[in-house]
């Protein structure tokens, strides 16, 4: 890897390092969330009944979301705070998981605030469920992704570190 003129990383991605997931990869898969929660609501309507949130949606998300961040806080710990070696197996199976959640988490944390979304202002006693279970869900989905993202930054090794 060379250096900029200046001794500092050049501004440009460099050839054989990972970027961190950008700012519009999570924004793009909750936008993507969103609307397919929100047409959920009608689509499923006119094919039948919208499906029922359950309180297990959240609560396997919130249990996700929890799995992540205690993985991304172990990882730190080891590579950065008491700089032990992880295999590089071991560290690429976290860092794809982390990438991985990161997308599928925001499109959970979309779709459903996008269904609750499409709940507001419809009269029935399920409604007011379907809102307050969804907009959980949403919740857990991004925990989900705020986990992911601690991974992920928790798998960065240092310039030093790296030459190693």
């Known amino acids: 890897m060379t250096d900029g003129p200046s001794g500092e990383e050049p501004d440009g991605p460099v050839e054989g390092r990972l970027q961190p997931t950008s700012p ?4 793009g898969s909750v ?8 047409l959920l609501h009608p689509v499923a309507d006119r094919l039948g009944n919208a499906p029922v949130i359950s309180w297990l949606q959240p609560l396997a998300l919130f249990f996700v979301g929890a799995v992540l961040l205690a993985t991304a806080w172990v ?7 008491r700089r032990e070696w992880l295999e ?7 860092l794809v998981l982390a990438r991985a959640c990161v997308v599928v988490g925001g499109l959970a944390a979309g779709a459903y605030v996008g269904y609750a979304v499409s709940w507001l202002g419809v009269p029935g006693e399920l409604a007011d469920q379907r809102i307050l279970r969804s907009l959980l869900a949403g919740a857990a989905g991004v ?3 705020v986990g992911a993202l601690l991974l992920e930054r928790a798998c960065r090794v240092r310039k030093d570190d790296a030459a190693q």
Not at 76 to 81: A, E, I, M
């Open 24 to 27: 519009a990869t999570v924004g």
């Open 31 to 38: 936008i993507v969330g969103l609307v397919a929660g929100w």
């Open 75 to 81: 990882t730190h710990r080891s590579l950065h705070v």
């Open 88 to 94: 590089p197996h071991r560290a690429v199976n976290r």
């Open 143 to 145: 925990t989900i992704v």
